[in-house]
């Protein structure tokens, strides 16, 4: 993205002008002019009003999205400072659903350049929308200051040479499945056999998570959005230590998994389908939290009142019912080979 400053005599709406600009400057679609005087702003956060008019609610920590004049980019809504009420009344909100106003956080994928909606509606206004279409639209007031004060430093030991160290390809192995399809049994059997082929690896697993690091969140549809982000950003930081990374989470919304998988490269992502039918993992309930649901004793729980969206294109898929713990191992495991190679191995 180029900013370039220029001077020029003066131009009315709709005109065609010619711009000559210095030092070789060659700029591309998408670039953008700017008077030299009133600079627009370059940044990825800001605090912006957002009308949401999808069916669906707003959850912070979802991808989504943006666009802002010829500018396209993922977003995410990193707080939800409050919602607008009656009578100006600012009111504590964790989602936003049809017809809700509010002032939020934004963070976008890339730096995005824009002016506040009250000087230039044209630069200062978006959309946001997802896969199928428009979900809401925003007005930037301000870039957040966090924007400028915050810079990405340079490290010269990377992921290669992580990799290259512990002789291994790092990747993913992101299972997801109901509560009680077998996900820890099946995720600490894969962990068992590739350490004992001589990987090293790491096994996060949704229970103990939630005893320190997710410790604060609960089951919501908020809650279980943010639980996943954490574990997404964690797993990308255990693949660039260079690390075979085994995941056990219900991990229910569709969203949230395409989120993870997009935070590191195509082929470090392997998504595990643990297909069990809720009528069998409820057989099993060894916990008792369906039975607990099924009295209404526990609120949010996936399968019962809070929805499942299975995988349409897992690379694995599971049936617990056509295999015993020992023999889905083996099928994981064989899928990492055919895909890695000698389960891993550089």
């Given at each position: 993205m180029i900013v370039a400053h220029v001077r020029i005599g003066s131009a009315s709406r709709a005109d065609t002008i010619s711009v000559a600009l210095v030092d070789g400057i060659v700029p591309d679609a998408g670039d953008f002019l700017a008077e030299a005087a009133q600079p627009a702003v370059v940044a990825d956060q800001f605090e912006a009003t957002l009308d949401w008019l999808g069916d669906t609610p707003l959850l912070g920590g979802r991808r989504y999205l943006l666009e802002l004049a010829d500018q396209h980019t993922g977003v995410?809504?990193?707080a939800i400072k409050y919602r607008a009420g009656d009578s100006h009344a600012r009111i504590a909100a964790r989602c936003l659903?049809?017809?809700d106003v509010a002032v939020c956080n934004l963070k976008a994928d890339r730096p995005l350049v824009f002016d506040a909606f009250a000087d230039n509606p044209t630069m200062g206004g978006f959309a946001i929308r997802d896969d199928v279409g428009?979900?809401?639209r925003g007005r930037i007031h301000f870039a957040l200051r966090r924007a400028h004060n915050i810079h990405r430093q340079h490290i010269d030991v990377d992921k290669r040479a992580r990799a290259e160290l512990k002789g291994q390809q790092p990747y993913i192995l992101w299972l997801t499945g109901l509560s009680?399809?077998?996900k820890s049994t099946i995720a600490n059997l894969v962990e068992k056999r590739l350490i004992a082929t001589g990987r090293h690896t790491y096994l996060?697993?949704?229970d103990n998570l939630r005893h320190g690091l997710n410790k604060d969140l609960g089951f919501t549809d908020a809650d279980r959005v943010e639980n996943i982000r954490r574990v997404a950003e964690l797993a990308k930081l255990m693949i660039d230590a260079g690390l075979i990374v085994i995941t056990a989470f219900i991990s229910p919304f569709r969203a949230e998994r395409r989120m993870a998988r997009e935070l590191v490269e195509a082929c470090e992502f392997l998504e595990v389908f643990i297909d069990t039918p809720l009528a069998v993992a409820e057989q099993r309930d060894v916990k008792g939290l369906y039975q607990k649901a099924r009295r209404g004793e526990l609120k949010n729980f996936t399968g019962i009142d809070s929805p499942y969206e299975a995988p349409e294109c897992p690379e694995i898929w599971i049936d617990t019912q056509a295999m015993t713990a020992e023999?889905?191992?083996?099928?994981?495991?064989?899928?990492v080979q055919a895909r890695h190679g000698l389960a891993g191995r550089r």
């Open positions: 995410e809504v990193t659903n049809r017809g428009l979900l809401g009680g399809a077998g996060l697993d949704g023999e889905a191992a083996d099928t994981v495991l064989e899928a």
